[in-house]
């Protein structure tokens, strides 16, 4: 979909907001909750707009980082953190697929561990993989996105 449609417009108002200052936790959590709502209103998630997707995920992976001021949550190790999701991939096929995405990305489902404990917590050693954890980059981004 394209144009003005609902999620178009939640994306571009973030964005203005993005542009202008930079945006406080709870902020953020008050633009994630608007655009839980925005997505919660379509019946299939092919009618969402992949932009939308995009910035409700990466806004609920940002807001839970500086929440947990970067550390893993069990040893507050601050190296090689990951994002470990309290609802699991498993749940996708019980539930309605818009509600699914909607809360296994919201904030407060998430948690952030270092790849140790998150391998611990999923009994996988495949998950010892430097791939998995989240970038200096990114991190950084997140520190300039919400002034830290």
Known sequence: ???NTPGNIVVS???KKLSK???TIYEAIIEQKKMASVIGSYE???????GLK??????G??????????KCEKCENDEDITIHHLITRDNRLF??????FVQRHYFANMGILCIKHHSNFHGNDNLENPTLSLSKARIDKVKKRFGI
Not at 44 to 50: N, V
Not at 54 to 59: D, G, N, T, V
Not at 64 to 70: G, N, P, R, S, V
């Open 13 to 15: 108002i973030m964005k």
């Open 95 to 100: 539930v309605n697929p818009v509600r699914y």
């Open 44 to 50: 299939k998630m092919h009618q969402i707009d992949g």
């Open 21 to 23: 200052r930079t945006m």
């Open 61 to 70: 992976t940002d807001i839970i980082m500086a929440l947990m001021e970067f």
């Open 1 to 3: 979909m394209r144009g």
């Open 54 to 59: 995009c910035a409700y995920s990466c806004l």
